[in-house]
Every structure is written in structure tokens, then in C-alpha cells.
């Protein structure tokens, strides 16, 4: 079985970061590891509190995980601060890690800011050069370039000035334009499409640590890029389709909609 790892931080609600993570890996057929950048509480209303663990802790993770397992693939997800950047950045050099997917987590569905503005430049000039791909939404995308992205076409430029920042892959999200969800794959030469229906329902929390982790372990199964997103973007339709009624605000996805259904385990 492959292996994959995670570098994220907490959701004690389970249903972003390490949490999704892991049952993302382990839906899509690998063995999911973790490095926990960060512990938050939080549930389906918001984030209440974070503690961003001590870069020493996170570079002494790393180091159990990569000096005994082999790791075929690293997703990237929750760095707050700029010291947690630079000993992930270093330490997945040294460790020659490969297949890295970059989630650039900056805000919260509930709006909470995740990344400091001021450690964004410290992201695109620490990070973006390590993965094989990034996979930001609009948002996201919009911080990165200071750009403003409100179709296609600026969808486009904008995955072309983050592919020159230093990344091999550019998966550029569209869900927060109006329309279907077109999401932007660019790999500096060419783009690549992905369209899927707008699904009506606000319980999507966790939908891009899902994604994103889905291709990572796609990666790990020896697909190509093309390929990984292409698996991802339809289990994560599912998972958004079937997504779950959880807590008082935005719930998670489903992500053993179809196993369970294989299953006969569909439950209320």
C-alpha cells in the first residue's frame, strides 16, 4: 500500500484539515501520516481558537516519518506561520520529498483567516517552487497575485502568473464563480478544463483539504497529474453530493459516500 503524508493543522469537528486528510487518503486507497502544524477549535459555526505547534515538534515529525516510511506523496495544507514554512520547505528538501500538492489554506468557510498576510509571501517564495501542484481557490488565488478573478479568462492569467512563481501544476478552483465549477488545470503551457455541476447545498466544509489530498494520493498510485485530478474531481463531486447535515452551520463532505454504498452501510 502506498503511503501518504499530510501537513496540516487540526479541525476537532472533523471535517477539514488532518481529519479530512486521512479519510481522504484512506477513501482513495492509501495509508494516510500526518505532521500537525497546528491544533484548532473549531466545529461546523467557525473557528473558535488556534495553537500553532513549535516548528521544532513539526521538523522532529518529519523526521519520524521520513527516516523510516517510504512516502510516496506529501499534501501540503495549514501553515500559519512563517517559521512553520521555512522548516517544512527545508526539511522536504532534505528529505527529497516528491508528488507534493500544495492546498494554500488562507481562510475558513466561516471566513476565519487561517495565514497570516504577512506570511503569504514566505508561501509562494518557500513553498510554491516545492510542488509538483497548488491548488488554489479564488480567494486564494486572488491573494497570491493580486489579481481580481471574477471569470474565465482572468481565471487564466492568473494561473499563468502562479505556474511562473515556480510551481509544475496550477489547479486554479473556480467554485466561487457564478455558473458550473470550472476548475483551471495549467501546467505552463496548456489548460486543461475540468466543468461539474454547481451542487445546492452549503454543507462543503473540508471540500478543498479533500481535493486536494484525493489527488495527492492519486499521485501516489502513479497517475498522471492530468489523470490524479481528473479521480479527484469526481470523488469529490460525490462527497459534496451526498455531504452531510452536521452541527448548526456548514457541514462536511461525505467521504465514504461510495464505500458505504458498496457496503450496503448507507445510513440516516
Known amino acids: 500500500m502506498k ?3 499530510t501537513i496540516a493543522g487540526s ?3 472533523g471535517g477539514a484539515g488532518i481529519q479530512a486528510d ?3 487518503f484512506s477513501a482513495n486507497g492509501v495509508f494516510g501520516m500526518s505532521v500537525i502544524t497546528a491544533v484548532t477549535a473549531q466545529n461546523t ?3 473558535w481558537a488556534v495553537q500553532d505547534i513549535n516548528e521544532d515538534i513539526i521538523s522532529k515529525q518529519l523526521a519520524a516519518i521520513f527516516e523510516d516510511i517510504k512516502v510516496a506523496a506529501v499534501k501540503i495544507g495549514m501553515v500559519s506561520r512563517q517559521e512553520t514554512i521555512e522548516i517544512v520547505a527545508s526539511d522536504l528538501k532534505k528529505y527529497e520529498a516528491r508528488n507534493i500538492v500544495l492546498d494554500p489554506v488562507m481562510i475558513s468557510k466561516s471566513g476565519c483567516a487561517l495565514l ?4 503569504c509571501s514566505s508561501l509562494i517564495s518557500h513553498l510554491l517552487p516545492l510542488a509538483t501542484i497548488v ?3 479564488i480567494p486564494e488565488a486572488e491573494e497570491i497575485t493580486g489579481m481580481s478573478i471574477t471569470n474565465l479568462m482572468q481565471m487564466e492569467q ?3 502568473k502562479i505556474h511562473s512563481l515556480g510551481p509544475s501544476y496550477v489547479l486554479l478552483k473556480g467554485g466561487h464563480c457564478q455558473g458550473d465549477a470550472t476548475d483551471i488545470l495549467f501546467d505552463g503551457r496548456t489548460f486543461e478544463y475540468f466543468h461539474s455541476p454547481r451542487i445546492a447545498t452549503k454543507h462543503t466544509h473540508g471540500t478543498g483539504c479533500t481535493l486536494s489530498s484525493a489527488i495527492a494520493a492519486n499521485l501516489a498510485h502513479g497517475y498522471t497529474v ?3 485530478v481528473q479521480l479527484a474531481k469526481q470523488y469529490i463531486t460525490i462527497a459534496i453530493e451526498h455531504s452531510l447535515a452536521i452541527g448548526k452551520g456548514v457541514g462536511p463532505v461525505h467521504h465514504f459516500y461510495t464505500l458505504y454504498e458498496k457496503a450496503g452501510m448507507l445510513l440516516e
Open 3 to 5: 503511503k501518504v503524508l
Open 11 to 13: 479541525d476537532s469537528s
Open 22 to 24: 486521512i479519510k481522504s
Open 45 to 47: 459555526q467557525g473557528v
Open 116 to 119: 497570516n498576510p504577512d506570511t
Open 135 to 137: 491548488t488554489p481557490n
Open 158 to 160: 492568473a494561473a499563468n
Open 226 to 228: 492530468s489523470q490524479a
